[in-house]
């Protein structure tokens, strides 16, 4: 199975940038952490932008790639509608990421447009929620597919 990870604007700092609110470890150390999670398992590609347009095109180009998405849009997703079409608009299935739990925060960032293209949404349990989400497509793709996820 191949998982496309994406991140968004300021996910290249982190380890850097409010270490409080997002952990210590580089995104190249949490990748690191996801590829060897999965050896054997999933072939997992990365990308990282800080520009909506990069963004938009690479998840555009997706379907034709990868089996599965797995995106923290950071904070496109509070007003992305542009990512939130191009993630409509892919017929391969999405998880949305976020490092923090974006409900306990500013109010601004409660709210996730992006999220209403995800199967699901997993907040604030750090980088470990890229593992998750990825356990999970690699679990339950089948079911996905057949829009049976919970039976
Ligand atoms: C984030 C939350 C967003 O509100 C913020 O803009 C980010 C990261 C997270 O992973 O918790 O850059 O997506």
New binding site residues.
């Given amino acids: 199975m191949k998982i496309f990870v994406v991140n968004?604007?300021?996910?290249n700092r982190l380890g850097k940038r409010e270490v409080n609110?997002?952990g210590d470890l580089s995104l190249d150390e949490i990748n690191k952490k996801i590829t060897n999670y999965f050896k054997n398992q999933a072939e997992i590609y990365f990308f990282q932008s800080n520009d909506e347009g990069e963004i938009i095109s690479v998840i555009g180009e997706a379907d034709e790639k990868y089996d599965a998405i797995v995106i923290?849009?950071?904070?496109?997703?509070?007003y992305s509608i542009a990512i939130l079409d191009a993630l409509k608009g892919i017929s391969i299935p999405s998880i949305e990421?976020?490092?923090?739990?974006?409900y306990k925060?500013e109010d601004f960032?409660k709210i996730s447009v992006t999220a209403n293209a995800a199967i699901g949404v997993i907040?604030?349990l750090g980088w470990k929620g890229y593992i998750l989400a990825i356990e999970f497509l690699l679990n339950e793709y089948k079911d996905i597919h057949k829009n049976n996820i919970f039976a």
């Fill in positions: 968004g604007p300021n996910l609110i997002y923290n849009p950071a904070a496109y997703s509070h990421v976020h490092l923090s739990n974006i925060r960032r907040s604030g």
